[in-house]
Structure formats: C-alpha cells, structure tokens
C-alpha cells in the first residue's frame, strides 16, 4: 500500500503537487490585483515606519498576504510576528520585547522598564540601519489595553523618522473596533487601510487555472465552464472555499477514475460543505 493514498490520487489526475492546499503556501501565490496591491502597500508600511491595517472575512487570503510580505522583506527589516492576540497588555510587551532582542527580559520586569529597555534596543538598532515592523494577526480580538500599548509603540520617533512600523490584520471586527471613539487616537495614525474582498468569477477561474499551471505536470487539467460556475456560485468566491471545494471535487473525479470534473462532480463536492457555507 503506497504511503500516501492521497498524493496517489493527485499523482493519477497528472499533479505533481497538492494543487489547492488549504494551507497559506506562498509558493501558489495568486497575483490577483487586490493581493498584489496588499502585498506591495504593507511591505512599504513595513519599511517606513507606518501603521497599516488589513481586514476581511475569514478565508480571503489575509495570512497568505502576510507569510508572502515576511517572505520578501529585506534583512535588515526586524519582524516581531505575534499569532496570539489573546495575550494581556504585559504579554504583549513582552513578546515584542523579545522578537526585538532575542532574548526575554526579566520575569519581573516592570512593564515601564521594558518599554524604555525596547526603545533603546529600537534605537541602536536604527542607527545600524535596522527597520522594525509588529505584525499582529487575528487582531480583531486584541483587548483595547492591549492596542493602547501598540499605539504607545507605533509613536516612537526620531526627528526624522518612525522607529516602529504596525500591521494590524482581521476580520470586519477590527474595524469596528478602530471606530469606536476611544480608537481615535490610534485610528488617525492609519497610513494603510485595505480590505479584501471575494474574487470575482473571473478572478476565481484565473485563480484555479494559476494553481494547475503550478502543480500540474502538464499545467493543464479541465474544470469544464458548468463546473466552474457552480464552484463560484456555492464558494462566493472566498479562496479557502474555493481550495476546500475544488480538493474534494479532484479526489471524486480520481474515485470515479475521471480526468477532469465537470457540474457534477463540482456538484458533489460543494454539498459537502453545505452547512459550514449556510
């Protein structure tokens, strides 16, 4: 029995690689102008000093956008990433603290000291050239004490530059967030504002059609044009659909030892996903 049944599947329909993983593989990037636009504007915030936000519904490709932008930062850009937004005030400085410098500051540590310790680490650091970036996603669920201590951070300057850049990427609760009136003063500091939307049919077929060409040993297999309007239709066009979707449709068309998927297989796939999509 092979070891893997699953890649058997792909390797049957001609692919050489999981074409549709569910995963944010920068490798299958979808240089789609939305993205791109993202991509570009938050490695320039990265860079400058400035506080840029990213929001959209869950699966529109957000952390890919983010792993591609840490992905193609210079060196010389230092990258606090934090995953977890569910951390105190305290936590957080102390996270930041350590991505900075490496090594974690003292358990007791007051939280005053530590701010000043970081903003000296920030200002050596500068005056060798270095840039700082906080990246925070799931950041629609960050406490206000805890964007109050990021906005403290995105405030550091010299006269001639920003010391700190700030990413902040969520759902549409983020921006709800950002408007409430005690945000203001964090809100008047967003230099970059996106927010992603579904892709288009247009866009969801060049987007399956970029995937094959990347995994495909030929570059080409056939989603028929009935398949293809049944998958935008049932998936929106949200790509983490559109990857669950289209997975499940190739492992029934290798099932029923078919070499392209049309309506009904399309068809099938999407009805197993019905209610997580109601």
Known sequence: MSPNPLMDGYRFLGFESVPFSITPDTTLFFPDGQHVSAFNQIRHACMHGMLAVLTGEIG??????????LRKLPEEVKVAYLINPLLDSRELLREIYTKFSDVPPAIDMPASDMHAA???QVLIGTALGHHYAVIVDEAHRLQPESLEVLRLLSNLET?????????????????????LRAMRP???????????????????????????????????????RMALWHL???????????????????????????????????????????????
């Open 159 to 179: 006269e001639r530059q920003k010391l700190i850049s700030l990413v902040l990427v969520g759902q549409p609760e983020l921006e709800r967030t950002l408007m």
């Open 60 to 69: 529109l490709g957000k952390t890919l956008v983010i792993r591609l932008v």
């Open 186 to 224: 964090l809100r008047e500091r967003i230099g970059v504002w996106l927010k992603l939307v579904p892709l288009s049919r247009i866009e969801m077929n060049a987007y399956i059609h970029h995937r094959i060409r990347l995994t495909h040993q030929n570059g080409r297999f056939e989603f028929t």
């Open 232 to 278: 935008h239709w049932r998936t929106g066009g949200v790509p983490r659909r559109v990857n669950y979707a289209c997975e499940k449709a190739l492992l029934l068309a290798y099932a029923q030892g078919q070499k392209r998927v049309n309506w009904s297989l399309a068809r099938k796939a999407c009805q197993e996903f019905s209610k997580a999509w109601s």
């Open 118 to 120: 970081l903003l000296q």
